[in-house]
């Protein structure tokens, strides 16, 4: 059965809700009153509970099944996390309560940071950012910040990213004014030492760096290379997003980093949620810490506060580069990587790290006979595999993926990082069985075989058993269709051209 | 640990097929002075659930829910009362433990859900088109003058004082990122700012709010006209989207892009965060938008299906050149909000905003006999500024004493403009029952008094 | 991708809970501690999400489609009902608190009660029975109490039953100890009058009926052939597992019951779980009231009690005929059914049971000419068709039934009533929308004119789209494997053949 | 009417597609007189969401809910600590809206699970084979007693007077149906009572407690090999099936059926309802056990699979002549128990019988201390029943009204038996805190001196 969209499933004069009308009195909308209905379908809350029950069912999740995503960590979501923010005494404040209203909701704030903090060795964080690509952002700002009070932000010019960088990096570096410089990867699949030492100097204000880098390979050289870099007065930034080899066994402070942002819903296990919402908690050398956004979780005597205006922040000695949210960031994210980290505790998150390090090895020896392998073991956790086992066959990284979803696993990602060509990365996490493992190594196995033996038309056709085939792609870009529209023959005459051609000239 | 899958035998197992005598060796890649530096002597051992569910609710315990009492709170953050359905269906593992929808042939669910949702989003704004969410409102109006700057290729964004001040921040801190163009008017209670005149050949975009901060509602329609004849946006922000269900829309005012923030009508304020940025604009600006968007196509058996698209204007492929370094979006929230408007439907939605303004105004009647005090707004939905004869803030403070949260003081807002110490923005909803109406007006007469 | 047995996965060592382990110290067991393992599988939590999440896709469920199921009323579950039965103050009670702490929860009881009193018309209910087949022998239980009072249990053996009825009746009947004589049907497929008639007599105990009666029909003779048994002395119990058309319209004391339950769990939207809990709740006439089982509900002065003994009983003019169950029923699911009735009212009961007999007309309109109705309309809330349509094809009831599965309905009830051949019983329910009826007449259209057109073999293959194909229900018939065994290869010699074949004679 | 699809517009056009004036005249077989007695007068109509919640939340705060303080109570309703994902996982749709698995190529879901329940039954009985569940422990109880007599062919049922006076009261209800030959003894709070000298050639059936409703574990060896050699099947009850993680399983006594209330282990107590009724016997009477049974198949393709099984058994083919008129199991119950029991495994189970052991001794130590307070049970679990020197009803009404739930006093399950109304039953789970056995300790102290 397919399932049409809600406007389809219209039923006028029927609604899920059942709030009474009110009496009829006197309004005051100063004769801005809407004009004509909004479009708005009406369902009945069992018609509301079956679309949506059926569209999931159209989902892979991790709850259904592995996600080997290359620096996606995509490992399991406990359940007591959800329950935990649900409780009315954090999900029913308001963030502008009296602060002596809220003295929980701040005490979770500053034990999520002292977790953070004390597992990365940096002296602060900033909370608010609301995702990653934010916490890179803050950390680059902060960086600026630290810049323009040193004199130098006019000299400074050069922000160095890793070639096998995400596309975050490069994008935060220059939405902060940045001129972004790539440093190539050597043979080691590690950022080339020689290359970057040479290009350190007095126009640059940091590099951006992940580690372990997107290779799924430990930058051996980072210390000493945030040596080199701040010697010559830059900072370093490391993109946490692969912080998950790392926790309980490796601090970000000894690896030279100044800045560091932390994905809540990856390494700390709040759901991604198809998208969202997630959390980029940043945390800050003692140089960076001053320009901390606001606001600034602050302990006083009366209890904690929240530092809202540069006013209150430099009265306590710090210069915030401004703010990134409304309120105080994702708090409800916080509860839930709170309740993770006292969950796993300090023994526990050494032993996910690890085994989530074993897992991506585990795989990497399974395969490294079928399918070609970039770089030589150990990994760190996850593993990169390139196209050259596919050579000859016709076939692509695509087809290879698309195919994995017809055995029941979700694709790894692919074509990145871009050091590789058609590059597999997998990261199995932690989270994931033994008996999963050796299944999903017997699957790629039986699928390296098949691609080397030459069926190459049953990989083009895949997926076969999915909710959809392959999607034309090309033609949702050319000609974009963002919104359902009315059929034209329904009434009124349908404007849905407009959405499609309307060309860029006739703006404004 | 019972989130780890391994037992002992697992891992030796493993560490055999590797040849690797421990754990540990796999690091040797790391430092040994790095591995050493790291112990964590303040943290401790993992704990049963049952501990961490105790820690975690003497914490919540410390809070003074703001259903526990009467609570009269806005300001960007509404309490509407969310249907059990919402939360039930959002809380599927099929939805909740998704991944962004890369892979659409595994992803129709969500992708369905988000291209709905950007068709509800632009059907209440009055829009085209609409993305598919953002972070929040404040980060969707950074991005909305950010996008006004790529479009118009100009540098200046105005800023109206009747903008939400912590809006206004957040945009000055994203969209200064190169330039320092962005202009913050003073706020401005009685809505007698100049912006027309303010607009001229320079100006990428005015960003004014309605209802505005202060609860006003605004008519956009000549400011609108004054920007396009200046060749600039008009950039509109709602806090309060449930409005939209009752007044004329941006879009229908002129508007180029609205933001919104979605939480009030997605889930409970949870202290702030998450919310849901909704961010639409006209077609024709399409492609300058930011962020993520799902598009309709077909797959290889012409049968309809749904894929993310101009990803081309994305960090992942466009690197330093994106439109945005955005990278996810809020969808699970915005998965909420669009069931919730599901469930509302076109009756229920506008049926509610009825309720929410029959409310406001029966409240703002009997507050404005209470001597000394002042209803600013001629015309507003379900909040409105009042202007007190004493400070608001330590009002807010006594009767927060007795249980009423009374709403949310200037000096909460403007730290900055004492001249508003005696504002006090008040909001109700559906939740709000008369019991806490009388409590709000006895209170107040009685803290004046 | 197939799903393992649980103790498929097992892990040795691994738990999904992480209680510590107590200090050591002294035991008091008597020295009756368990000798060896048991044999529970160690799991984690990420890996026990997965098994269920996955076993629960191989689900259909009516969150996710149609359950056309005659006399089963499958209908919406409100996601209210769920939250307000996890309220802690009424999950978290303990039966036997003492009585002042829990006057909300018996206030629950007596509002649900008076709600379930008030849409039937007699004057009392006992809420204690588990479940609808609990609540017939409830029924029944107090006419035979009520019949030893009067001194005729020994001459009123015998309980008629409808041709037509439920296997209960007869096994529920039988259980308290009555003969049981079945009533045939008409040509109407009604209870017939005259033989009815003509079986009334002195030592008839009751009549079990159910109305509407299994074909969907009404039973218009029901008041008159009541008045005639209470004449001759007997009594009617009367089934409500149909209660679905007539609620808000139709009372059963105006039908001539003395008894009836009501199955909470489908008529008033509380889940069916999978084949539980239910409750079954059963409304008693002025003549059967005092016999009602423990515990009854009671109101004093200092607020409601529950009468717990045959001597507190006795001290208020009752006889109760025993006790049901542990304490005081199926409290939970009240709180849900109770949720429904405020929700629903007595203007959405009454728009319920009308749109519920609509939905049923429409499904025999929209397909009397493609299948064989048993019986001309009107019909109640369900449509009864045979399978003189498929003569002659090859294809069973059962065969269509499968087909169905493939094109993403649930069957409807098969093969029962037994009064027609090949029956099949739709029953639509008030919560499905005009387009899945339409939806759902097409799909039955196009199987039907696919059966006449001889496609035998699709319909014996058939299902096909299914996570299984079809089961072979003899083999497990014969040689039952009601549990998991450990291989024999794993260690400890197998016992598994022992409880397949041990004969039934080694009984003691 | 949110839960009803069809608009005005959808009535209207099924009934002209029916040729029918209005939905009214469907209903033209019910007698006019009948149609118009129903008028229900008091009944409210239809409402929101808000205000059901409203009203039953109200209804809520009347209660006291067990965690609200020192909670002491059992007695077959036991309160433990219920990981999330147990709810969370039974709130599927796919589960808790699914109908009875008729139909089993789509319901392997429920199936399996059933299939694996009954096996996690069977082995912490240590019997052979289980079924899928019965409606509570008490009904599970008398529906061993009718087993036995239909095994037996004999009628006379002994029941042991440690055997809960609820459970059997109602199997005196139940297997008294036909017969009245069920014999139940006095409660029995030393343990003295002679059930072997009572079992002879007339016995179906034993049925007796452990531990009992006293607390008291029992040796059922000598009781089972004196039932067998009379021909009489020996029944156990479990009210506690989390001693089962410590304590000898009736199977390995001899049992031949064994009874249990799983609800501790499912969920919360939910006031006494709805609970789940385990049922485990040999392999040999296995087509004499009530109840719904999955047994394991394979499909055309020769794949695994699982269907109800043996219902020739049962009511819909058997009638007047089936096992039992049972037709539902607590399906959904089943299930939460199962999947804890999946968490929990061999480690987290045995575990978490030790622990409530562990603080089972150390209370009943410190209550042995108090004078005049008497511990009965010489060996228990986690649950003990205490003789007070005073009558124990009023020293829990005392306590209460101190806020600590002190324990089941005799006179609430033996009202008929004076002589008991100094016992008072207490139990503590891995929930009952250090602090909360303190209050009770002081509080008992205090309420006796």
């Keep these: 059965l397919e399932e049409p969209l809600l406007f389809e499933l219209d039923t006028p004069g029927v609604s899920g809700i059942d709030e009474p009308e009110p009496e009829p009195g006197p309004t005051r909308l100063g004769g801005l009153e809407r004009e004509g209905p909004i479009g708005l379908p009406g369902l009945s809350e069992p018609a509301v509970v079956r679309h949506y029950t059926r569209l999931s069912r159209r989902n892979y999740s991790i709850d259904a099944g592995m996600y080997p995503l290359g620096s996606c960590t995509m490992k399991y979501n406990p359940r007591l996390n959800e329950r935990m923010a649900r409780l009315p005494g954090f999900a029913d404040l308001h963030p502008l309560q009296p602060e002596k209203t809220v003295q929980g909701a701040l005490a979770v704030m500053a034990e999520l940071g002292r977790w953070l903090c004390a597992l990365t060795g940096l002296p602060a964080v900033a909370l608010s950012p609301a995702a990653g690509a934010q916490g890179e952002l803050c950390g680059l700002r902060a960086i600026r910040a630290a810049l323009r009070e040193r004199g130098e932000l006019d000299t400074r010019r050069v922000v160095l990213v890793a070639e096998s960088a995400h596309g975050t990096n490069p994008a935060t570096a220059a939405a902060c004014g940045f001129k972004v410089e790539a440093v190539p990867a050597d043979a080691r699949g590690r950022m080339d030492r020689a290359a970057f030492r040479a290009r350190v100097g007095a126009d640059v204000a940091a590099v951006m760096l992940t580690n372990p880098n997107t290779c799924g390979l430990f930058e051996s050289d980072a210390p000493e290379l945030a040596r080199a870099l701040h010697d010559a007065g830059g900072f370093v930034y490391m993109d946490g997003a692969n912080l998950n080899a790392l926790v309980g066994r490796v601090r970000a402070v000894d690896l030279g980093a100044d800045a560091m942002h932390i994905n809540l819903h990856k390494t700390f296990s709040t759901p991604h949620g198809g998208g969202g919402p997630g959390a980029g908690p940043t945390v800050l050398s003692a140089a960076l810490a001053p320009f901390a956004p606001l606001p600034v979780l602050w302990q006083e005597e009366a209890g904690w506060r929240l530092i809202e205006t540069m006013d209150g922040a430099r009265a306590r000695g710090l210069s915030p580069f401004g703010r990134l949210s409304g309120f105080h960031g994702q708090f409800g994210v916080f509860v839930r990587a709170l309740a993770y980290l006292l969950a796993m505790g300090r023994d526990g998150l050494r032993q996910a790290s690890g085994d989530a390090v074993l897992n991506a090895n585990y795989i990497l020896a399974g395969l490294s006979d079928v399918l070609s392998a970039s770089y030589p073991g150990p990994c760190m956790h996850e593993a990169l595999f390139d196209d050259r086992f596919l050579k000859d066959t016709g076939i692509t990284t695509l087809d290879f993926a698309k195919a994995m979803i017809d055995e029941g696993f979700h694709p790894m990602t692919m074509y990145f990082p871009l050091v590789v060509h058609g590059a597999l990365l997998i990261e199995p996490t932690e989270t994931e069985s033994r008996a999963t493992l050796d299944q999903f190594i017997a699957v790629m196995r039986d699928l390296a075989l098949r691609a080397r033996a030459g069926d190459q038309a049953a990989f083009k056709a895949a997926p076969r058993l999915a909710p959809r085939r392959r999607l034309d792609e090309t033609q949702a870009a050319r000609h974009p269709v963002l919104r359902w529209a009315p059929p034209p023959s329904s009434g009124a005459s349908s404007d849905e051209s407009s959405f499609r051609t309307a060309p860029l000239s006739s703006n404004p | ?449």
């Design chain 2, 1 to 449: 640990m019972r989130y780890l899958p391994h037992g002992p035998a697992d891992r030796a197992h493993m560490l055999e097929t590797l040849g690797e005598p421990s754990i540990e060796a796999l690091y040797r890649d790391v430092p040994a002075a790095v591995l050493q530096a790291a112990a964590f002597p303040d943290l401790p051992d993992h704990q049963g659930e049952r501990a961490v569910e105790a820690h975690l609710a003497a914490l919540a315990a410390r809070n003074r829910p703001a259903g526990a009492g009467p609570c009269f709170l806005g300001a960007g953050a509404m309490r509407h009362h969310i249907p059990a359905v919402v939360d039930a269906l959002v809380q599927r593992g099929e939805f909740m433990t998704a991944y962004t929808p890369y892979q659409p042939e595994i992803s129709q669910g969500t992708l369905q859900a988000l291209f709905e949702f950007q068709t509800q989003v632009a059907l209440i704004t009055g829009m085209e088109v609409a993305n598919a969410s953002m972070y929040d409102g404040a980060s969707a109006c950074a991005e909305a003058g950010l996008m006004a700057q790529r479009v118009t290729r100009r540098a200046r964004v105005l800023v109206s004082g009747g903008v939400h001040p912590r809006y206004a921040a957040t945009t000055v801190t994203l969209a200064d990122g190169a330039h320092e163009a962005v202009e913050v008017l003073a706020p401005d209670p009685l809505g007698i700012e100049d912006l027309i005149g303010r607009v001229n050949h320079e100006t990428a975009c005015v960003i004014v709010q309605t209802p505005d901060v202060f609860g006003r509602l605004r008519d956009l329609t000549a400011l609108a006209a004054a920007c396009h004849d200046e060749g600039a946006l008009l950039v509109a922000v709602v806090t309060e989207p449930l409005a939209l269900g009752l007044v004329r829309p941006p879009g229908a005012m002129g508007a180029d892009i609205v933001v919104a923030e979605g939480q009030g009508l997605a889930g409970p304020p949870s202290f702030g965060g998450p919310g849901v940025g909704l961010f639409a604009t006209r077609a024709a600006l399409m492609r300058q938008m930011p962020g993520r968007l799902v598009g309709q196509t077909v797959d290889e058996d012409g049968r309809r299906g749904f894929v993310l698209t101009l990803s081309t204007r994305e960090q992942h492929i466009r690197r330093e050149k994106a439109t945005s370094n955005i990278c996810t979006n809020a969808g699970l929230v915005a998965l909420a909000l669009s069931i919730h408007l599901a469930l509302l439907g076109e009756e229920g939605f506008t049926r509610l905003a009825r309720t929410n303004h029959a409310l406001a105004v029966d409240l703002a009647t009997r507050l404005a006999r209470l001597p000394g005090v002042r209803v600013l707004p001629q015309a507003f939905f379900n909040e409105f500024a009042l202007l007190l004869p004493v400070p608001a803030g330590p009002v807010v403070e006594t009767l927060a004493d007795r249980g009423v949260l009374a709403g949310v003081p200037g000096e909460r807002l403007w730290p900055d403009y004492p001249e508003l110490a005696e504002v006090l923005l008040v909001a109700v909803t559906e939740t709000t029952p008369p019991a806490d109406i009388e409590a709000l007006v006895d209170g107040l007469k009685e803290a004046l008094s």
